[in-house]
Nanobody
């Protein structure tokens, strides 16, 4: 069993930056992929970014060039650096870890981009 805890969300002005962290209770070394998703009321949860065990990254078009996903296996932590934030980035952000036999989600952290 792996527990994921997100942190780093909050209120930021347009154009600002935030770094989200996802701390795992167990090792993420064997995770096939780590990902960040986001969800707004009335909409489905959508993929923001993912990173494979080999470090290959994938980004949703709206965040390309602004967000960077990374993982530190030694610290069992994944990160999402978000720059040039826009009001459209406002959402609850969730961390996800995919293993061979199971997938896990964090509880989410709120990101609000507003002046």
């Amino acid at each position: 069993q792996v527990q994921l805890v997100e942190s780093g969300g909050g209120l930021v002005q347009p154009g600002g930056s935030l770094r989200l962290s996802c701390a795992a209770s167990g090792t993420i070394f064997s995770a096939n992929a780590m990902g960040w998703y986001r969800q707004t009321p009335g909409k489905e949860r959508e993929l923001v970014a993912s990173i494979s065990s080999g470090g290959i990254t994938n980004y949703a078009d709206p965040v390309k060039g602004r967000f960077t996903i990374s993982r530190d296996n030694a610290k069992n932590t994944a990160y999402l650096q978000m720059n040039s934030l826009k009001p459209a980035d406002t959402a609850v952000y969730y961390c996800n870890a995919v293993f061979i036999r199971a997938a896990y989600w964090g509880q989410g952290t709120q990101v609000t981009v507003s002046s």
